[in-house]
């Protein structure tokens, strides 16, 4: 009878040992969840501020996306004014490399109406254009060539031409007998006295490095007309 009791009294001890162990299982899955819940409702709260923080980087970038399509629109017409400009300035410059030059502004003028070419690539261009004039004013060139314009004392001949600068672009025959300047108010050549021969024929061996750099008196085109040159002199 006891042992029978005994028996009854494990029986019920086990019992209880499996519902505690199984009440304690359901209280550390309770907490578990709870632990979850409360880091799912954190990590919501923050996705929320995170996607509120992106729509209005988004609704920036598209204000600024608006506002570099006006500001392309309004490039355009400044390139195309630039370019004219520049068209012009060539047009009346001394006439040096002048197929070079225009194919250089009908290159540039393509590029201007080319849909899939970007306006800060085509203002690069532009800008890479000036540039390029502006270095034809700091050095001294020299070239031999025919010379075309059909009024000039030695039309159709090869002659030595010499550009200093900006400041004056001359001509000399291949016998060193005669030279020429460009007149840019009457855009004509006009022959120089035999006497500036030697100057120009130093410019040219300056231009080929043949010759130190020096000091050259060469005449210059008097500012406001074409008719009779200064006798100022260029340095190199």
Do not use: C
């Amino acid at each position: 009878m006891a042992e029978a009791g005994q028996k009854a009294s494990r029986t019920s001890q086990s019992r209880i040992d499996q519902l505690d162990e199984q009440a304690q299982r359901q209280l550390e899955e309770t907490l578990e969840n709870e632990r979850q819940l409360k880091l799912t409702s954190a990590y919501n709260r923050q996705l929320k501020v995170l996607l509120q923080d992106q729509s209005k980087s988004i609704s920036e970038l598209e204000r600024s996306i608006g506002a570099i399509d006006d500001i392309e629109r309004g490039m355009l017409p400044l390139l195309n004014d630039m370019l004219s400009d520049l068209r012009s300035f060539v047009g009346q410059d001394q006439p040096f490399l002048s197929l070079e030059r225009e194919e250089r502004l009908a290159r540039l003028e393509t590029t201007l109406t080319k849909a899939d070419v970007s306006v800060a690539e085509k203002y690069r261009q532009v800008l890479q254009a000036y540039q390029v004039e502006l270095e034809y004013a700091r050095n001294l060139e020299t070239r031999t060539a025919v010379l075309n314009h059909p009024a000039a004392p030695h039309a159709g001949k090869q002659v030595q031409f010499v550009r200093l600068g900006r400041l004056g672009y001359y001509y000399q025959t291949l016998d060193g007998q005669y030279s020429a300047m460009w007149q840019p108010q009457s855009r004509s050549w006009e022959l120089l006295d035999s006497v500036h021969n030697p100057a120009l024929t130093e410019a040219i061996q300056m231009a080929r490095s043949e010759a130190l750099p020096g000091l050259l008196y060469l005449p210059l085109p008097l500012p406001g007309t074409g008719s009779e040159p200064s006798n100022a002199g260029g340095t190199q």
